[in-house]
């Protein structure tokens, strides 16, 4: 498997210059091996956010440099790997701990009887952002994570149980003579 590093600099007196080069790395992908060196698989989709990346970094009058990287021994590649792959299980158990607030939130509007428009729409907003942040983590979910499957499998049942509440808010409003 081929591999792509990269090793960048930012002038240390921007904390901004910093702070926004860490987060376009962590929105990437990208595992951090140690300060400032970074590796990614190398594949097309990464070799495009890398070299926007050190357009950025270049931006604020830093340096970039990038290799590629043919040969790993068998250990180091299956070491990146598992590292990669945690970091997908701390954001996939991120999303799951959000459906489960999900389908509290759901459940208490349903014990509350709090079947309002604006009540649905905020539900809706809430499933929308959950599909949103979980599509982020796939994409950078290179090796298939195994808590992807449960990820995915909580989204179809908060579709679900949002599909269910919003047949509650129709019937109660069409009760009341809204439709």
Do not use: H
Not at 106 to 118: C, D, G, L, Q, Y
Request: charged share 40%; net charge negative.
């Amino acid at each position: 498997m081929k591999w792509l590093l990269f090793v960048y600099k930012v002038p240390s007196d921007s904390s901004t210059a910093r702070v926004t080069i860490w987060r376009k790395i962590k929105r990437i992908g990208a595992l951090y091996l140690q300060q400032s060196v970074c590796i990614v698989p190398y594949m097309e989709k990464f070799l495009k956010e890398v070299e926007d990346l050190k357009k950025e970094v270049k931006g604020f009058g830093g340096d970039f440099k990038s290799f590629e990287v043919v040969a790993l021994e068998e250990e180091v590649e299956k070491d990146l790997i598992e590292q990669f792959n945690r970091q997908r299980r701390e954001e996939y158990s991120e999303v799951i701990e959000q459906c489960e607030e999900f389908f509290k939130e759901i459940e208490k509007e349903v014990s509350r009887k709090n079947f309002t428009f604006a009540e649905l729409e905020e539900n809706e907003d809430e499933l929308s952002k959950l599909y949103r942040w979980f599509k982020k983590v796939a994409e950078r979910d290179v090796f298939n994570c195994e808590m992807r499957v449960k990820a995915e499998e909580l989204l179809k049942k908060a579709s679900e149980e949002f599909e269910k509440f919003s047949a509650m808010v129709y019937e109660k409003n069409k009760e009341e003579g809204e439709f």
